[in-house]
């Protein structure tokens, strides 16, 4: 992404650019009326009123000229495949192939530009790039942005900062406001004196009750200096190397965008949780809906307060605001490559949760499992068949499980004619082992009783064992819903009974269990949710 793509997305009303190697030439009145012509208008605007205090009567003049070239200005076509830069005198032989008497009304006007205060007139439009020359190491900023169309953009050029400096820059960057940014590029070397921290703290000083829309960057050849704070985000680019000095106001949009974001996303939770406190009555409602649902009370309303947070608010400006600002992004070229490790932990948290056994989750298509032999299986079913609430039970009796295998991750391959497993990448067996694969085999089935996997839900680990005496412990009991705890003394009378047919009728309790006839029916052997 160039400047243009970078700028327009932050929506930049105008570039302020402190430094003192741009030099304005000395007056040639093609050169001068070149520049004035292609102005940005409200820059135009602005600089007539300065001159019509100066000389009524050139303002007259030079307001019916430019008034004259507005209505060819479109015309003419490209203005730098057109007119030599610099010379607007090269324009009138294309005028007269578009109008005639508008050409001889123009070149009327021309002549009369003149006297002894154009020169004072010219010296006040440099700080709007008036007949001023950039150095080489802004090249870029200007074919890219400033001059990339037949109208430039607004720019705002001062070669000291001096208390008359001070006070127009002050003013500039007063405009700055949430729907327009103003961009600074300062020149930390300036009159034999590192100046930056001069016009960081004219900006700081903007920003000291809240954060204003105004990014940039330090862009020198001397002493590095930067400003990067909760309020400012000043990085420092060398003048060696131009090309950086593009990413270095990225990086300041994009701080910009995540602090406004954040006090967006502030916003709108403080304003869904002051409807949650007004709401008890829908609280209460959706706290009997979760026993019913099979989810926890804390579950629904926090899922209600994030609908609430995400509920489209009355002013869409502001969504479309942040939605312009975010395409900074695109514009990042950080040096800093983003390590394997952290990319595959990404990865990782993006497909598996491991917080799901410390708050006694019960359990849900997904869940990874296994057992003392080191199998794996993955839980598949419909949520709602296996859920379990203080009004229903699991429509099936057995869970069914997929079988899977743990490999070692090599590269991130895909097999589109693999009909017999599938591959899940970045899986970890605990969340700080290595990264490996959870290959899964969708063409087989295995089979186990609900009363053996819901044990998981009751330890913190994990594992699908159960005390056949002693009660929960406090806990569980303070986190899960009360009818899972008596789900629970169900649970262990269930196994107690287990227990007394294995002692008493031990050979036709194994005959029962036995893989001849139950081939697909894991056994009640250690197991437990990963």
């Known amino acids: 992404m160039g400047y243009k793509e970078l700028l327009s997305s932050i929506d930049c009303k105008f570039v302020v650019i402190i430094e003192d190697d741009f030099k304005q030439i000395e007056y040639k009145k093609e050169r001068a009326l070149y520049d004035i012509t292609r102005m940005a208008i409200d820059d135009r605007r602005q600089y007539l009123s300065e001159i019509e205090t100066v000389s009524p009567v050139l303002h007259e003049i030079l307001s019916k000229f430019l008034s004259l070239f507005d209505k060819c200005f479109d015309k003419i076509g490209v203005w730098d495949d057109k007119i030599p830069y610099g010379d607007i005198s090269c324009a009138f032989a294309l005028i007269e192939g578009i109008d005639p008497e508008l050409k001889r009304q123009i070149e009327e006007q021309y002549v009369l530009f003149e006297g002894e205060t154009v020169q004072k007139i010219y010296e006040i439009g440099a700080k709007y790039g008036i007949g001023v020359n950039h150095p080489s190491n802004f090249d870029e900023l200007y074919d890219d942005y400033v001059l990339s ?272 497993s599938a591959s899940i990448y970045s899986f970890r067996k605990t969340i700080d082992a290595e990264c490996e694969v959870l290959q899964v085999e969708y063409q087989s089935r295995q089979y186990i009783a609900n009363e053996v996997l819901n044990l998981c839900s009751f330890n913190s680990d994990g594992q699908c064992r159960i005390s056949l005496s002693a009660p929960l412990g406090l806990d569980q009991e303070q986190l899960i819903p009360n009818y899972m705890t008596t789900y629970y003394s169900k649970l262990q009378h269930f196994f107690n009974s287990v227990k007394t047919l294995r002692i008493h009728a031990e050979d036709a309790f194994e005959t029962v269990i036995a893989e001849e006839y139950s081939p697909r029916l894991l056994s009640f052997v250690s197991a437990g949710r990963n």
């Open 149 to 420: 169309k037949n109208r430039a953009q607004s720019v705002r050029i001062y070669t000291d900062f001096s208390a008359e400096t001070q006070r127009l820059f002050s003013a500039d960057i007063e405009q700055a406001s949430p729907e327009c940014a103003v961009v600074c590029i300062v020149d930390n070397y300036m009159s034999g004196a590192n100046r930056a921290k001069e016009v960081i703290e004219v900006i700081s000083e903007k920003c000291s009750t809240t954060r204003r829309n105004i990014i940039g960057s330090i862009f020198s050849s001397k002493e590095m200096y930067e400003e990067i704070s909760d309020k400012l985000y000043f990085e420092y680019a060398s003048k060696e190397k131009p090309e950086e000095l593009k990413s270095c106001i990225a990086r300041s949009a994009y701080n910009y965008f995540i602090s406004e974001l954040k006090n967006e996303t502030l916003v709108s939770m403080s304003t869904a949780f002051d409807k949650a406190l007004k709401n008890k009555g829908i609280a209460f409602f959706l706290a009997q809906k979760a026993r019913t649902e099979g989810a926890s009370e804390y579950e629904i309303i926090n899922d209600w307060i994030r609908l609430l947070a995400t509920t489209p608010r009355e002013d869409a400006n502001t969504i479309k605001r942040m939605i312009r600002l975010s395409r900074v992004i695109n514009s990042l070229e950080d040096t800093e490559e983003l390590s394997d490790t952290d990319l595959q932990k990404l990865n990782t948290l993006e497909a598996f949760d491991y917080t799901i056994n410390d708050y006694f989750l019960p359990v849900a298509a997904g869940d990874v499992f296994t057992n003392s032999k080191g199998e794996w299986f993955v839980l598949i079913g419909q949520d709602c068949d296996m859920a379990r609430s203080i009004t229903r039970t699991p429509k099936n009796a057995l869970a069914e499980l997929l079988p899977a295998k743990v490999r070692h991750q090599t590269e991130f391959d895909k097999w589109a004619n693999d009909l017999r």
